[in-house]
């Protein structure tokens, strides 16, 4: 894991402290600057924590939209009816990883920390980056919320 600026914080342990650059790009520019924080690793995941379980996520001041996390390692995220991407998914280190793919062949790589919820709510940390010349590309770290549905 990085700290958002580049900087290998190698393995986390709950409690931990992280300094991350908290700024998000894309082709419009940049979206999200929430300047540099520093976090608190949370209670780490573990497979059993998101496997067959679907959740509402938002990230970057977006959302809340519904990620599904097939037992298979397969899932779903879904940002409106009929507005559904594909998506392989691991826990390792006690992070969710992701790739997600959509019907044009674009694909984002996200992986999502636990920390301590924030002041404002935000229970995770979302690393994003895309495959370089993708024209709908997303790169950064950000914070974000997400809940498991009941």
């Known amino acids: 894991m990085t700290d958002g600026g580049g900087t290998d914080v190698g393995t986390i342990t709950p409690g931990m402290e992280i300094t991350v650059d908290l700024s998000v790009e894309n082709s419009s520019g940049i979206h999200y600057d929430e300047g540099t924080q520093t976090l608190v690793i949370g209670t780490l995941y573990t497979e059993a924590d998101v496997s067959g379980k679907t959740f509402s996520f938002e990230q970057f001041g977006y959302g809340p939209w519904s ?21 392989t998914w691991q826990v390792s280190g006690g992070r969710i990883y992701y790739t997600e793919t959509d019907a044009y062949g674009d694909s984002w790589s996200v992986v999502i920390t636990p920390i301590e919820v924030t002041t404002d709510g935000e229970n995770v940390l979302v690393e994003i980056s895309s495959p370089e010349g993708q024209a ?11 809940t498991e549905s009941p």
């Open 136 to 146: 709908d590309f997303e790169n950064g770290a950000g914070l974000g919320v997400l």
């Open 67 to 87: 990620v599904t996390f097939n037992a298979d390692g397969t899932g779903s995220i879904t940002f409106a009816p009929g507005d559904t991407n594909d998506l």
